[in-house]
């Protein structure tokens, strides 16, 4: 694990085309060790792209991204060993039981099966999951939170040094979001860096130290919560949010919708 | 870890998700998890009891045992293969479990690859466990039978898993992403529909042979693969005609070139295919495009002019049409369940063109006239469910007092997708290959059966589309009972209706049919009007 000033995740002009249609463009920016960085940006920003690209699930068009100093591109393995990933789809194989599914996960970054159903155990109380759930019932008949619970308790198993989030907290009841807030900050702390993409921007302003907004695949605004919103004087991150990004426009629009049809 | 261990894992997971399938929306929460290896042992013990029917060839000559073994071989597992392989090859969840994990793509497609040959082997192996004793044992039969056999069943095994996985690299190879998705379940679609038609024809194609003397359509009979294998049999433990040494060749010949094929030549273009299917964002419509959606869709345009607007009067009954047709053509789980199980009813008229003359042609008909009630009632069950099916609460959180215009819009999709066709089809077959419109009117008792039985679902508002999860359990239970209540007294209607026919009261009998059906129909119509919602359980 490098220093504190260390970039720990680095993306260099990355750009990511379908078709003729820019997703992701020519996005530069870096993370150090043990950061929390939100990252922002309305519908269709880029955001789960560009978090596909850095976990290796999407090639970019053109630029670089590395994590850990290893190259995405020509280093695949080696960086995804160091990256855990919770994706916005919470898709896991529905047709294995949580704790198969954990297993065949731990077993996939070599973890031994003695260590794996330890640290699942730890994840369970953490999480105050059943084991007998987790035994006895495939992943498709779980609720949303618990399969979260499982899709996050995957993404952590094998201790990587970055963890990215995209809408990590979907699903989760009040009480497991508290929890789940405390422990990225813990993570944090103990040197993970963690990137952390989410529209719920109250949570973002209390927990990250840094946040990054894009928006049409470009970087929009990039340093500290609150002293962006001190410089724009926007009042909260949510304000900041709106500016930027066309939000007043859209209030507007739907105050007038709702004295046109529903008076 | 080393590649080994990857290996090893990956293969434990996708043979768990092979035996256990894609998903498990819609289970019911209690639902018991079975080990993988109980699963196996089931399938296997049914494979090895359905090639038990074997054993009634005990004394037909090598060519015909195999020929049939190897149909059904064919049958069973490219069937299994082929619906499991789209998910298995191609599951687009699976980059997000995945393809972020320290995990090679080429490690993805080779242990998928293992999975689906070994199962195949197994599938095939217990099937033939009947026809190895008889080929050895039998009047005809050979020492040499079980291991020429095992080795032909092996080579199709291989031919097996290699067409399906050719099929879906060809698709990616010559097609963009934009289509992949849709292109995939098609194929799908069509290799079961091939393997289904393939399978059945033979065994009927066979009916008409004793010996190699295969006068009779043979050159259908040799493009078909079973017999390839069959020639394979004959070549090493049967009569070693040049004729058998030649299919043997062609199938050692056909097995090595689709294998070269799919995991040689294009075993690259995997990691591109899973790539390609994470690409979610649409490219812009063309302005052909966009002038088509603005003119909306022809089938609304057709529901917008008559006939079908007279007969889709009702606006619910309109919407639940268009909602059932949408599925039936657009929805990945809804097509690899319906198509695919309805395959079987097109060999009646696949039976009218392969037969000439002669009594085979009567009663083909009078099936083909059951068959379309038979089907409609089928595709009515299979419609009724869907991994969306929580998405109907919509129905019951609408204005409507129940169900009978959603169940009887599904019941009209059903007729429009399904029976009409097949009636033309079966009507062409005969005007084409027989030239006696006269026994057409043999199709009129399963053309009057077919909206009696389309409305026995319906009566009790049990026919709502897409409303139920895709479980088994008692509701499973009576739906099969149900239909196989429907099944034999379509059979006695076939049975009646050619008896009759040849007695020459078929004018009295369709008479009284009509008669009947239509007093059938309105208590139905009635009935369905007065049912409400049904109970969630």
Known sequence: ?263 | MNAADTNRVLHRLFLTLFFRGRSSRGLKKQTPVVSIATKLRVILILYAALGLSVAVLWRQSIFVLSSYLHALTFMFVGMSIATSAGEMLFNDEEADILLHRPVPERALLWTKVSVLLRVSLWLAVAFNLTGFVVGTISPQGSVWFPVAHAASTSLEALFCAGMTVLAYELCLRWLGRERLEGLLTTVQVILSVSIVLGSQILPRLMSNLTQMHLDLHGWLLYVLPPAWFAGFDDAWAGTHTTLSLALAAVSVVATGVVMWLAFGVLADDYGTGLQLMNEAAPRPRSLAGRARLAGGRTLDKLVALPPLSWWLRDPVERASFLLSLAYLTRDRDCKLRVYPGLAPYLIAPAGIFLHRGGVDVTYFLAFAGSFLAQGTMLLLHMLRVSQDWAATDVFRLAPIAGPAPLCNGARKATLVLFAVPLAVVAAVAVWLDHGDPGRLVLLLPGVIAMPVISWIPCRKGLAVPLSSPPTGGPRAARSGLSYMGIMLGTLVLVFASVMVWQAGWLGWFLAVELVVAVILVMLMRWQAQAARWPVID
Do not use: W
């Not at chain 1, 490098?2 to 249609?21: A, E, M, N």
């Not at chain 1, 999480?127 to 019932?137: A, I």
């Open chain 1, 1 to 263: 694990m490098g220093s504190q000033s260390d970039p720990v995740i680095v993306l260099d002009r990355l750009t990511k085309r379908f078709g003729s249609q820019v997703a992701v463009d020519a996005l530069s920016f870096s993370v150090p060790s043990g950061q929390i960085v939100g990252f922002l940006g309305p519908n269709g920003a880029g955001k789960t792209t560009t978090l596909r690209m850095l976990t290796g699930i999407l090639q970019p068009t053109t630029g670089t991204a590395r994590v850990c100093g290893l190259d995405l591109q020509s280093d695949a393995l080696e960086s995804k060993r160091r990256i855990g990933f919770v994706p916005e789809s919470g898709a896991v194989f529905e047709s294995l039981t949580g704790l198969e599914y954990l297993e065949m996960v731990a077993a996939l970054y070599g973890i031994p099966a003695k260590a794996a159903r330890e640290r699942i155990e730890q994840f369970i109380a953490f999480f105050d999951l059943s084991f007998d759930t987790l035994v006895s019932k495939l992943l498709g008949a779980y609720s949303k939170g618990m399969r979260r619970k499982v899709v996050i308790t995957a993404a952590l198993l094998h201790n990587p040094a970055v963890v990215l989030f995209d809408e990590p907290l979907d699903g989760l009841d009040a009480n497991a979001a508290v929890g789940f807030k405390t422990l990225i900050q813990t993570l944090a702390r103990e040197g993970k860096t963690i990137l952390y993409s989410s529209h719920i921007l109250d949570v973002v302003e209390r927990v990250c130290d840094r946040v990054i907004i894009i928006d049409k695949g470009r970087l929009l605004l990039d340093g500290a919560p609150e002293e962006l919103v001190a410089t724009h004087q926007a009042g909260t991150l949510e304000n900041l949010f709106t500016q930027l990004t066309g939000g007043a426009e859209l209030q507007r629009r739907a105050e007038d919708f709702a004295k046109t049809f529903l008076p």
